[in-house]
């Protein structure tokens, strides 16, 4: 099955054409390793298939949904891990897994397994997100996309800000996705790391895709 597919995709961001005319076919179970040079357009191509970002021109689908006009449809739908965390400052960990939960329209019984999982301590569940340091904010943010059980995992630099116990469940937390059956398509600068998780590699400059290469490990 075709869990996204792109034709001619451009994106804007402001008024500049940050996906220039992106073709891209990413099958169940693949997990994409995107890379390319800061401003490439790696993050856009994320954001777009996250449904965040409107499709200017060109035609695209995610999880068999229309990105021109089913992206409500495509956010519920996916997990997207950004630069920004998504998380609200004012509620709880607790609370904020809640909220990407019943967004997500998943049991909310399941958001003490992703604490859990993501190695979040039972006393950091009731404090408020803002008091949190950023390794600890990234934690919860990937305990958001675990407890939601996105069919299509969005992943944009995963690794960052988290120590090497925190980096090796990225990894893990990858590696269970695709078994599991989902879809993950990753930006990251630890190329040799994330290669040993992927099963292709995309390259992305100047808004378009200039390399795609399958088998990489």
Known sequence: ????????????????????????????????????????????????CAGLLRLESGEGEILGHDLATDRPLIRRSVGLLGHDTALYDDLTVRENLDFWARASRVDVAGVGAAMDRLGVPSRLHDVGVGLLSAGQ??????????????????????????????????????VDAAAAGATVLLSSHEVGRTLELATRRVTVAGGTITGDVSDVR
């Open 137 to 174: 904010r990234r934690r919860v943010a990937l305990a958001a996309v675990v407890v939601r059980r996105p069919q299509l995992w969005l992943l944009d630099e995963p690794h960052a800000g988290l120590d090497p116990s925190g980096r090796d469940l990225v990894d893990r937390l990858v």
């Open 1 to 48: 099955m075709s869990i996204v597919r792109l034709r001619a995709a451009v994106a804007l961001i402001g008024r500049f054409p940050a996906l220039a005319g992106v073709d891209l076919d990413v099958d169940g179970g693949e997990v994409v390793l995107v890379q390319g040079p800061n401003g490439a357009g790696k993050s856009t191509l994320l954001r777009l």
